[in-house]
């Protein structure tokens, strides 16, 4: 951290902060208790924040209501910029209230933020000045990574090559239908992989390669229908297996008679495929479940969390972060609260969409800066307070430039009035949000009926009919697309598939059509997005439940709805059982 200069504002959090201890607190949206603990308190001291008013998972879904980046949906919305009346893709659909600039043209020098730029008004409250601000300054159609190629139909993510209708593609490439691929290649329906090549309809595997069908795997190869297995290659239907090679549905066999039953099953089929599916679905409802899905983790509690160390209530946190509470969906950072979705940060409190920044507080989507409080989009700055779209910007309130001692006298009064008035500690509320809800990442985890969302004053989308003019296109209904790749004529290019599950029409490309029959799989039935939807059932969500271990009854946290009634082990009845 750098040195204070807010004296004002210093003294009055200290004055709040010297007077917390652990407590309880009833949390205001959902009515649930929660805890205050000592080490948040400590988070609370290091950052300058009095403690929230809303439980971690309120919290979450409010951070989650600023991001659109689990479901890849896209409309047609036109675009403001000056001189332009075209229809753009976008993630906001032509009657969400804001405006937006097409991706190239945001990202241009032919336009400046600071234009938009206006002076902070002591005489209403912060977050009615920045709804004001955010829903009038244009936003970017699609957020992604400008260093991108050839990925147009892509959310979020870094570094993105050759990826398609997916969002979070980390450094992937020939990603495809797939939701949070880091470090992947050539994998097609998939959710959260890590290090993994020619996988496809697989869910959280690490380190795999030539899988299908699997769930919660690491470091295989050349295998189907997969549940928690570890250090595998060539097997067919097993679950909780370690360092097997050659196993049929938990059976040992040669590797000629595996080859001879892998020969005999035509997954290139659709009905026979369907079967297996269904059998595998029989599997996971028998087979024991660990408590949790964390590898070599110290001292941490939560779930999906691989290599990290002093972790508390965090989830899908990877590569080495450290010293995080509340905290989900990041890589390689440390010293972090309150925090979803980011990569190489550090410092973070009540943030959403992080990556590459230091001591960032109550910010959304912004790269490569430091030391910024409630700003949205931008890159590269440092020391900038309610700011939005900037780039390469210093010294900076509502995208307006200040002198260093200007600002810092300005910042004082700002977060004291802040303070005083209930809003700083707080994120942006979900009502201001320009995502609608039903679009956003927090419908994932936090689903709630039309109405009830209306009536919270939570934006919703109205579905968008599809502009698709079917009478041009030799249309097939679900029962009509082949059963069998073999049957597969190169002219399905030129056709439009209808839904078997929505009734929406959908197209193959040239890469899919081309790894279905590679692999042999199956042509999908299926709506891509409803695939996308459908995998998200099998999702660990960021929760964790209280339950009792089915061996030995002791009380422990699950990462398992009870509701599911799985064989949930503790870790120690499971590392007896399995390994």
């Known amino acids: 951290f750098v040195m204070s200069q807010t004296p004002n504002f210093d003294r009055a959090i200290n004055e709040i902060l010297a007077e917390i201890k652990p407590h309880q607190k009833t949390c205001p949206q959902c009515g649930s208790v929660f805890d205050i ?114 990925s147009d139909y892509v959310l979020s993510g870094l570094q993105p090559k050759n990826c398609y209708y997916s969002t979070v593609p980390y450094r992937s490439e020939d990603v495809y239908y797939s939701v949070l691929t880091l470090y992947c290649r050539d994998c097609v329906d998939c959710l959260q992989l890590d290090n993994c090549e020619q996988c496809y309809d697989s869910i959280h595997l690490y380190r795999c390669h ?179 779209g900037l780039n390469n910007k210093k010294y900076y309130i509502f995208n307006k430039p200040y002198s260093e001692s200007d600002y810092w006298a300005l910042i004082d009064k700002i977060k004291s009035q802040m303070l005083q008035t209930g809003e700083y500690g707080q994120f942006f509320p979900l009502t201001d949000s320009w995502v609608s809800y039903n679009n956003s990442s927090a419908f994932v985890d936090f689903p709630l009926a039309e109405q009830e969302a209306r009536q919270r004053g939570w934006h919703w989308q109205n579905e968008v009919e599809s502009e698709l003019d079917l009478s041009k296109f030799s249309a097939l209904q679900a029962k009509d697309i082949p059963d069998d790749i073999a049957d597969v004529a190169d002219d399905i290019l030129d056709k439009v598939l209808i839904c078997e599950q929505t009734n929406k029409p959908f197209r193959l490309t040239k890469h899919e059509l081309d790894f279905y029959r590679q692999h042999k799989l199956p042509l999908p039935a299926v709506h891509p997005l409803q695939r996308i939807k459908n995998r998200f059932v099998f999702r660990h969500p960021y929760k964790l439940w209280k339950d009792v271990c089915f061996n030995c009854k002791k009380e422990m946290h699950s990462g398992w709805d009870p509701a599911k009634k799985y064989k949930v082990y503790c870790e120690t009845c499971y590392l007896k059982e399995v390994v």
């Open 210 to 388: 030539s899988c299908f069908f699997c769930y919660d795997c690491s470091e295989y190869l050349n295998s189907y229908f997969l549940f928690n297995c570890r250090n595998c290659q060539h097997c067919f239907g097993c679950d909780n297996l370690r360092n097997k090679k050659y196993y049929f549905f938990n059976q040992p066999l040669s590797k000629e008679d595996y080859e001879t039953k892998l020969k005999a099953i035509n997954l290139g089929k659709r009905t026979v495929l369907r079967e297996y599916q269904n059998k595998f679905g029989e599997i996971l409802s028998l087979a024991i479940h660990r408590d949790n899905s964390n590898l070599k983790v110290i001292n941490s509690i939560g779930n999906d969390l691989r290599e990290c160390r002093d972790c508390f209530w965090c989830f899908e946190i990877w590569g080495g972060c450290e010293n995080m509470r509340y905290c989900q969906s990041t890589e390689k950072s440390n010293n972090a609260m309150d925090f979803f979705g980011g990569s190489f940060d550090s410092f973070i409190y009540e943030s959403s969409g992080i990556s590459y920044c230091n001591n960032m507080k109550f910010c959304v989507q912004c790269r490569y800066s430091s030391s910024l409080e409630y700003c949205v989009e931008c890159k590269q700055c440092d020391f900038c307070f309610g700011c939005f």
């Open 37 to 150: 603990f000592q080490e948040d308190i400590e988070f609370y001291k290091m950052f300058k924040v009095p403690p929230p008013t809303l439980c971690p998972a309120c919290r979450l879904q409010r951070r989650m209501g600023y991001r659109n980046n689990l479901w890849p949906i896209f409309y047609k919305k036109t675009c403001s910029a000056p001189g332009h009346h075209e229809k753009v893709i976008s993630s906001h659909a032509e009657d969400d209230p804001i405006k937006i600039y097409d991706y190239n043209f945001w990202h241009s020098d032919a336009w400046e933020p600071m234009d938009f730029g206006r002076n902070y008004n002591f005489t209403e409250n912060f977050f009615s000045q920045f709804k004001d601000f955010a829903w009038y300054i244009p936003h970017v159609s699609l957020y992604k990574d400008p260093k991108g190629v050839n």
